[in-house]
């Protein structure tokens, strides 16, 4: 049962236009969302995260947008350079759904993201 | 230093060898992890420390046995694997464990099971 789903396996964007992840989850007990950045031979890199209190966090260049009632969540990178060619990971955790806190996260499939010159 | 370490970087044993992999945080995190990863997947969660005690357990099989020996190092010792453990295992830590703090990876362990 995949609680958190990246629907789109693979995505090009010019340079220097926005690129937007997607990722859905089912699970209602969710409160803590991140994305992470992960190029190859190397461990994801943590970009940026949002709790279920907000609906928006901005850090530079990314922006994470929370739609709780749709279950929905989005990266947007604007402008993409071609750095940001690797694959993203969404993940999600509960401090409720375990005994232990945020410790469990749970991964979407993630999306690989092509910047094309 | 805001870096997880991992080594070795790649790891290639047979079914009856041991072998260990090590990892290293100096952030202060307490809480550290371990991840296993198979190609074109998500990371999946193996086990959990905190404070230097073991919190979770995946229902991962006796043949990985974690060890924390203190609160900057984490080792994951491997026996009688099998080919199809073959993966890229990752570390991560975090500041602790009671509260939103995200996840910071090392770069990983490639190991290949023979």
């Known amino acids: 049962d995949q609680q958190v789903k990246q629907n789109s396996p693979s995505l090009s964007v010019q340079e220097g236009r926005i690129s937007i992840l997607n990722c859905d989850y089912t699970?209602?007990?969710?409160?803590?969302f991140l994305w992470y950045k992960k190029y190859p031979a190397e461990g994801p890199t943590f970009l940026i995260s949002?709790?279920?209190?907000?609906d928006k966090n901005e850090d530079g260049r990314f922006t994470v947008f929370l739609n709780k009632s749709a279950k929905h969540l989005s990266l947007h990178i604007v402008p993409s350079q071609p750095g940001d060619s690797a694959v993203y990971f969404c993940?999600?955790?509960?401090?409720?759904?375990?005994?232990?806190?945020?410790?469990?996260?749970?991964f979407g499939t993630g999306t690989r993201l092509t910047i094309i010159p | 230093d805001t870096e997880v370490t991992q080594t070795p970087k790649h790891l290639v044993m047979g079914m009856t060898n041991k072998k260990s992999l090590k990892c290293e945080q100096h952030?202060?995190?307490?809480?550290m992890y371990w991840y296993k990863q198979k190609a074109k997947k998500p990371p999946e969660l193996m086990f959990v420390?905190?404070?230097?005690?073991?919190?979770i357990n995946e229902s991962v099989p006796s043949r990985f046995s974690p060890e924390c020996p203190n609160s900057s190092l984490l080792n994951l010792h491997l026996h009688a694997l099998q080919p199809e453990d073959s993966a890229l295992y990752l570390c991560?830590?975090?500041?602790?464990?009671?509260?939103?703090?995200?996840?910071?990876f090392g770069p990983g362990t490639r190991l290949t099971v023979l």
């Open positions: 949002i709790s279920s209190i907000k």
């Open positions: 952030m202060g995190h307490r809480a």
């Open positions: 420390y905190s404070y230097e005690k073991l919190s």
């Open positions: 993940a999600a955790s509960g401090l409720s759904i375990s005994n232990f806190g945020n410790e469990k996260l749970t």
């Open positions: 699970n209602s007990m969710f409160d803590y």
């Open positions: 991560a830590s975090s500041q602790d464990r009671g509260t939103y703090n995200e996840q910071f």
